[in-house]
Structures are given as structure tokens and as C-alpha cells.
């Protein structure tokens, strides 16, 4: 049986974290995937709710799956519990749409599993020693030596993987078609102030450290901090809000091959592409689907559910670009007067209510101009939550990266297919997201909880 920890943070950590900071980040983690999956039946469970997406049924097991490879058998060196699911739940063998032929756990069974598996996790956790760098070899006290946990690491990784599920359970929610079973608070209304905002801040040129040697569960994609030097560019404050994006389609933005790339083009007609998804035209009026209600969109929200074609068409149509992702980092992280990258755009300390939307603590976007606290040194808002923001990078290793635990998390996905996207959504467990943060997706997707902002060169001598 494990011992009782006492409370630790269930949000990100610093550079030293403790075994009571990975035991609430766990305990957060689950609590998470037990209420998207508890609040439906088991036909909604195991149905495939879009072809784009798994079975809520698998996710629920998947998680389980590989806190078992990860926590037990790896750092643990404990027996294997069901090696017999590791091929079920492999992500890499099956595809999404296929899952459904597959003999998964039933949901009861999955749950059962969960539980078995948290139990001999946390036999782990109490055993664990957290000294040292993530990459240097650690111990547990029955004297299992891993370099998984190294500063909790393992823990870590794993409290993240299954957020990022959480969200990708989120988005399952989002696709199915049944009536409305999830409900949060909306965000604090529009501030009077954010009105005032300029419509862009003005990011100084010159070198930056981008990514991280420091961050004790800072991911291999993110690694190692390296310099880049930039020049001076503009960034939109906040991110295109929803109002600005149907100007775009209202002048036929969607119609007029001059603002695509011809890739995107090509795409938009294929796909018949016309407005962002779950957005309906109702008379003079546009109405979106969201979590099973339908609403009037709202006006001052970041626009959300755009792929990166269509982003980067708004962008062209604006006179502007996307920003890259070696930008949008020094925007969110880089402060001019120590020449230090924080670890957020407001500094080190972890994510509060007031500085950013995270943790589907609501569910929806906050609007355009939101959490002055959680402002970057450059002034830009909203750089971490409300929505991911497309970039207009490939995702790409960094100089020196190493893999790291394996190569299926990060290696096997670089390359020219996917493009990077920052700063965490709404539906973000704040444990997967800081200044760092990396994710990505190919330039077609639109069901991810994505928007953007855009950007342009500064010309010599142009101030604020």
C-alpha cells in the first residue's frame, strides 16, 4: 500500500520538484480522464464519435497502458501487469479509425485497470529518489538505478501524457454529435481596458535563449536551450479574435486564391472549406456548435477550430504573416532587462486563475485581451492558454537534441509535415504547458482547439 504524501502543486513545476508535487500531479491528471469518461455511458464509451479520433474506451486504457510501461515496469522494475494489452494500446500500430475492431477493455475493466496500475505507480513514487538532472542517473531506494527518475521525471512525463489525452478527450467531446454532458463557468467577461490595447507590441531584435536545460520535466523536443538571434518583428497583442476573422470571410477570403498558398488552396477546395468548423451561417449571422450547444459566435473570443491553411490564407489577407515558432517563444519568453528567458511570459511562478485559461476550468476561450496579469515583458496577452496558436515553423528537432526516453515521443514526427503550434488551450492541463512547450499537428487539422496570431517585419527605426 502506498504512503499518504502530503499536498503538493498540480501545476507546473519548479527545479525542484518533489514526490508530493508528482503525486498531485497524477492524482490532477486522473481525476481529469475519470470525468470525461465517467459522465457517458458505455455505448458512448466505446463508439467512434469521428474517424479522426479513438474510441474514448481506448484513450481510458491507453493511459493506463503506458503508466504501466513507463512507471512500473521501467522506472519501477516491478512485474509487468498486463503485458498482454501493450499491443491493443499501442498508438503506433493502430490506426485511430480502426480501434473499434480491436478486443479493448471494456470501460468497467479499463477503469479496474487504471486502478491496479496507480496502485503499483505509486509503490514506485514512494520508493523514488528526485536528485539530480534528468539525464544523469538516479535510484530508488530498493536499488532500481534509471535516469527516468531523475528529478521525478518519469512522473512527470507521465502526468503529462495523460493530460495531453484529456484534451484529446476533450476534443472527442467536441466531435460527438449527443446532447451537452460537460459544463464549466464562462471566463471573466471582456475588461474595459483590453479595448485600449494597441493591436500590436513591437519585439526587439537580437539574441534570445530558446528551449531548456533547466526544466525538470521539460520533454525531449524542448531541449537543450540554445541562442538565436532575431530580428525586430511586431506581434498581434492578443490573438485574431473572432469578429476579425469574419471579415475574412466576409470579403470571400475563402474564395480568392491570392491569400492561399497553393497547397492550402488546393486543400480548401477539396475539403469545401468555408468558415472555421462547427461555425454555421443562420441568416446574417454565424452560430458554432460547442460540447453540444449551439450559440451565436462571440464577437471578441480568439477565433478557434482553424487549421494552419486557413491561418496563414488570414494572415496573407491581413498584410501580415505568421509568426515563427523561434518568435512567438522570445515574445512569450524573453525579458529585455535581465536578458533572461522566463519560464512563462509573466515569469516563473506557476499558473494562477489570473494569469491564464488552462485546465478546462472553463470551456471556451477568454476574450481578446485577457489576463493582464499573464502578460509577456513585450506586452503581448494570452500566450499561454484560450487557444494553441499555429506558427509558421516545420517542427524540427533543435541543434544537439537527443532523444529521450524514446524516440516515438518527439524523432519520428520531425520533419516537414507538421507545423508547430504554442502556448496551450483552454482544455490544457497546466502541467503540459509552459514557455517551451512544443506541440504540433499536421496543417489540416481543425479539430485540435487551435487559432492564431499574426505578425510582421519591423522596418529600421519603427518604434511602438
Not at 498486463?82 to 490506426?95: K, Q, T
Not at 485600449?196 to 507590441?201: F, K, M, S
Not at 449571422?285 to 449551439?294: I, P, Q, S, V
Not at 519568453?333 to 476550468?361: F, I, K
Request: with cysteine; net charge negative; aromatic share 10%.
Amino acid at each position: 500500500m502506498s504512503r499518504r504524501r502530503p499536498p503538493g502543486r498540480s501545476g507546473p513545476l519548479n527545479a525542484h520538484p518533489t514526490p508530493a508535487d508528482a503525486a498531485a500531479a497524477l492524482a490532477s491528471s486522473r481525476q481529469r480522464t475519470l470525468a470525461l469518461t465517467d459522465c457517458l455511458d458505455e455505448a458512448e464509451l466505446v463508439a467512434q464519435h469521428s474517424p479522426l479520433m479513438s474510441p474514448l474506451v481506448w484513450d481510458l486504457a491507453h493511459v493506463g497502458n503506458q503508466e504501466e510501461i513507463w512507471l512500473v515496469r521501467e522506472a519501477g522494475r516491478l512485474p509487468a501487469l498486463r503485458p498482454d494489452l501493450d499491443h491493443l494500446y499501442d498508438a503506433f500500430r493502430h490506426p485511430r479509425a480502426d480501434r473499434t475492431t480491436l478486443p479493448l477493455l471494456p470501460p468497467d475493466g479499463a477503469r479496474r485497470y487504471l486502478s491496479q496500475v496507480r496502485e503499483r505507480a505509486l509503490e514506485v513514487l514512494d520508493a523514488a529518489v528526485f536528485d539530480g538532472d534528468a539525464r544523469a542517473p538516479s535510484a530508488t531506494s530498493s536499488g532500481a538505478h534509471t535516469p527516468l527518475l531523475a528529478r521525478g521525471f518519469v512522473f512527470g512525463m507521465v502526468a503529462q501524457h495523460e493530460q495531453q489525452h484529456a484534451e484529446t478527450m476533450l476534443a472527442t467531446h467536441q466531435l460527438r454529435s449527443g446532447p451537452a454532458v460537460l459544463d464549466a463557468p464562462p471566463p471573466p467577461p471582456a475588461r474595459a481596458e483590453a479595448t485600449a490595447l494597441p493591436h500590436e507590441v513591437l519585439v526587439p531584435g537580437g539574441p534570445f535563449t530558446m528551449g531548456t536545460d533547466t526544466d525538470p520535466w521539460a520533454l525531449d523536443n524542448e531541449r537543450p536551450a540554445h541562442a538565436v538571434d532575431l530580428a525586430p518583428f511586431w506581434l498581434d497583442t492578443a490573438p485574431v479574435s473572432n469578429a476579425a476573422y469574419q471579415e475574412f470571410v466576409a470579403d470571400d477570403g475563402y474564395a480568392d486564391p491570392r491569400w492561399w498558398s497553393a497547397q492550402g488552396w488546393a486543400h480548401r477546395q477539396r475539403a469545401g472549406l468555408e468558415a472555421p468548423l462547427f461555425w454555421r451561417r443562420d441568416g446574417g449571422a454565424w452560430l458554432r456548435r460547442r460540447f453540444g450547444r449551439t450559440e451565436p459566435v462571440p464577437p471578441l473570443e480568439p477565433v478557434l477550430h482553424v487549421c494552419w491553411y486557413e491561418a496563414d490564407a488570414y494572415a496573407r489577407w491581413a498584410g501580415r504573416r505568421l509568426p515563427t515558432e523561434a518568435e512567438w517563444e522570445k515574445a512569450a519568453r524573453h525579458d529585455p532587462a535581465t536578458g533572461r528567458s522566463r519560464r512563462h511570459p509573466w515569469g516563473d511562478v506557476d499558473p494562477t486563475p489570473e494569469h491564464a485559461n488552462l485546465g478546462q476550468r472553463h470551456l471556451r476561450p477568454a476574450p481578446v485581451g485577457s489576463y493582464p496579469a499573464g502578460a509577456a515583458p513585450c506586452g503581448a496577452r494570452q500566450l499561454i492558454g484560450d487557444v494553441w496558436e499555429w506558427t509558421a515553423s516545420d517542427f524540427l528537432p533543435y541543434p544537439g537534441f537527443t532523444a529521450f526516453p524514446y524516440q516515438e515521443y518527439s524523432e519520428v514526427f520531425f520533419g516537414p509535415a507538421s507545423k508547430v503550434l504554442r502556448g496551450g488551450a483552454f482544455g490544457v492541463g497546466p502541467v503540459a504547458c509552459r514557455g517551451t512547450f512544443r506541440n504540433w499537428d499536421f496543417p489540416i487539422r481543425r479539430q485540435i482547439f487551435a487559432g492564431f496570431r499574426t505578425a510582421r517585419d519591423a522596418t529600421p527605426g519603427e518604434a511602438p
